[in-house]
């Protein structure tokens, strides 16, 4: 139980483009999800909180206009990154947490690299 | 302000000898522990978790910590090592909203 999936696992996009990333929980509701960016070699920092039909609450220094979260469902939450630069390019990990459960469950995660 | 610390980068142990990974936390109100493991360009692993009650607490894998609210510990650790455990642990104190994660220690299992 307590499976959480990511979508794409790689992607490579020419700079200036935008890229989604989904979420989703396969096996439970999600009503928290964590967005979490880590560059090499280093922990993860946590981007943004998002509770299921709110507004995804952003950790300071965070680009709310440039990282855009979605939690439309139960089971899915997305993260696009607008106009990506290298600068961007890193591996971003979800995570997900069910009502009540204090349990935060974790996506494989997605290398996204900007050219 | 909440806050992990583990103290050791990387640690090598020999495979089949005993491991203790270190963490030390900082938070106001009775923590959330949580021990995870990422294997390379993976996600994260939940290996065991401490919310209250018994402070020997044990999780997969062989893995067990024990939660020492004197020394605001909460150490990782594991009998005998198997090569499959080389792995990056990362330590997380948190309430119910956020997890504060610490820098990571790199375990290398040697043969």
């Known amino acids: 139980g307590a499976v959480v999936s990511q979508h794409p696992s790689w992607v490579i996009c020419k700079s200036g483009t935008s890229v989604k990333i989904e979420c989703r929980s396969l096996d439970f509701q999600a009503t928290t999800m964590f967005w979490y960016r880590q560059f090499p070699k280093q922990s993860l920092m946590l981007m943004a909180t998002s509770n299921e039909g709110s507004k995804a609450t952003y950790e300071q220094g965070v680009e709310k206009d440039k990282f855009l979260i979605n939690h439309a469902s139960l089971t899915l939450s997305t993260l696009t990154v607008t106009s990506a630069h290298p600068e961007d390019s890193s591996f971003y990990i979800c995570?997900?947490?069910?009502?009540?459960?204090?349990?935060?469950?974790f996506g494989p995660g997605t290398r996204l690299l900007v050219l | 302000a909440q806050s992990v610390t583990q103290p050791d980068i990387h640690i090598t142990v020999s495979e089949g000898a005993s491991l203790e990974l270190r963490c030390n936390y900082s938070y106001g109100a009775t923590p959330y522990l949580f021990w995870y493991v990422q294997s390379p360009g993976q996600g994260l692993q939940l290996l065991l978790k401490?919310?209250?009650?018994?402070?020997l607490v044990q999780g997969i894998k062989g893995f067990e910590a024990e939660f020492k609210r004197s020394q605001s510990s909460f150490n990782l650790r594991k009998p005998s090592v198997h090569w499959s455990d080389a792995a990056e642990y990362f330590c997380a104190v948190g309430g119910f909203q956020k997890l504060v994660f610490g820098t990571g220690t790199r375990l290398l299992v040697s043969p």
């Open positions: 995570s997900a947490r069910d009502r009540g459960v204090e349990t935060q469950y």
């Open positions: 401490y919310f209250s009650g018994d402070t």
